[in-house]
C-alpha cells in the first residue's frame, strides 16, 4: 500500500490526486512508527511525526489551492506548459508553501526531528 501510494503521488498529473496518495503515506507512515515497538518512546514519536506532518501537510494544501487558483488547473502537465511565473503576487508564497510541505516529509532540516 505504501508504495502504492508513493507511486501515485509521484505520477499523478492532477495536484489534487496528488495530494490524495500524499496525505494517504502520512497514515501508512504513523502506523509503521506506532507499531515499529509496543513503546511509549514509539507512540510518542509516532505522534510527533503525525503532528508535524498534519501540519506542514496544511502547507502543502494551501500552496496547491493558491498554485491552482493562479494558474487556473490544477493540472501540472497545463502549469508547466504555462511557466508560471513569479510576477504575480502569491506565486512566491505558494512556493514556499509547496517547499514547505515537500520537505517536511523528506525528514529535511528543520523538520527532521520527527525522524525516530
Known amino acids: 500500500m505504501t508504495q502504492g501510494f508513493a507511486a501515485g503521488a ?7 490526486a496528488m495530494l490524495f496518495f500524499w496525505e494517504g503515506l502520512l497514515v501508512f507512515l504513523y502506523t509503521f512508527i506506532a507499531l515499529s515497538q509496543n513503546t511509549h518512546a514509539a507512540k ?5 511525526a503525525f503532528l508535524i506532518n498534519a ?17 487556473g488547473t490544477m493540472s ?11 510576477d504575480y503576487g502569491w506565486s512566491l508564497f505558494a512556493y514556499v508553501l509547496l ?18
Open 55 to 71: 501540519v506542514t501537510d496544511l502547507c502543502l494544501l494551501a500552496g496547491v489551492t493558491i498554485t491552482g487558483y493562479i494558474a
Open 76 to 86: 501540472m502537465s497545463d502549469i508547466s506548459a504555462n511557466k508560471l511565473t513569479l
Open 44 to 48: 510518542r514519536t509516532a505522534m510527533k
Open 10 to 16: 509521484a505520477l499523478a498529473d492532477n495536484m489534487v
Open 99 to 116: 517547499l514547505i510541505g515537500a520537505v517536511s516529509k523528506a525528514g529535511a532540516f528543520p523538520f527532521h526531528t520527527w525522524i525516530p
